[in-house]
Every structure is written in structure tokens, then in C-alpha cells.
């Protein structure tokens, strides 16, 4: 069993920043890539940024410049700082790995999401 835990959503103003946390837990042998996602109200999920086991990032055009995705391996858990926030980043944030479980078991797993609310 593993379990992804998502922290640090709120209400921010606009231009403000936050800082998300998701700790991996349970069962883990390593894990390979992490990354945040976003589900806006009435939208897709969509790629906000991922960062893998060797530190190599990829943002979305959206998130350039603003975020920043880091992680501490030594605590499984993945960072999002997000700076000069707009109302159009209002959505639930979601953590995701890919983890290879202490059962040889290489698999994809999701936070709950925790929200985010842009707004003045």
C-alpha cells in the first residue's frame, strides 16, 4: 500500500504565492517521477509540472517562470512553490509518482488533491 498526502492549498490574493507538499508513503522502493497536476472546475486535469528521480523538470507553458517543483528523496515527498498567482490557477492540485513498491510492483499513484483558490 502506498498513500500520497498533499498539503499547503488555501485562499491566496492574487500575485501571492503557496507552497504544496505531497508526502509518499507505505510501501515504496524507489520512486521514479513526481509531479502536480490541476483540475480547474469544469476542465480537464492538466500537467502542471513533474520533476524525475534525477531532477530533471518539465513545466507547463502556464506554470514557466512562476513555479518551481523540487523534491527531497531522502523524504519522498515533491514541493510546488507557486509565485505571482492568478485567479486562472484556482483548481484542486494533485500529486502523482510512479513508484516501484517493495512488491516489484511499478505503478501510478494520485493524491486527493488539495485546493487552491485564487481571489481577491
Known amino acids: 500500500q502506498v498513500q500520497l498526502a498533499e498539503s499547503g492549498g488555501g485562499l491566496v490574493q492574487p500575485g501571492g504565492s503557496l507552497r504544496l507538499s505531497c508526502a509518499a508513503s507505505?510501501?515504496?522502493?524507489?520512486?521514479?517521477?513526481m509531479g502536480w497536476y490541476r483540475q480547474a472546475p469544469g476542465k480537464e486535469r492538466e500537467l502542471v509540472a513533474t520533476?524525475?528521480?534525477?531532477?530533471?523538470?518539465n513545466y507547463a507553458d502556464s506554470a514557466k517562470g512562476r513555479f518551481t517543483i523540487s523534491r527531497d528523496n531522502a523524504k519522498n515527498t515533491v514541493y510546488l512553490e507557486m509565485n505571482s498567482l492568478k485567479p486562472e490557477d484556482t483548481a484542486v492540485y494533485y500529486c502523482?509518482?510512479?513508484?516501484?513498491?517493495?512488491?516489484?510492483?511499478?505503478?501510478?499513484?494520485w493524491g486527493k488533491g488539495t485546493l487552491v483558490t485564487v481571489s481577491s
Open positions: 507505505g510501501s515504496i522502493f524507489s520512486i521514479n517521477t
Open positions: 520533476i524525475t528521480s534525477g531532477r530533471r523538470t
Open positions: 502523482n509518482a510512479v513508484i516501484l513498491t517493495t512488491t516489484w510492483h511499478n505503478m501510478d499513484y
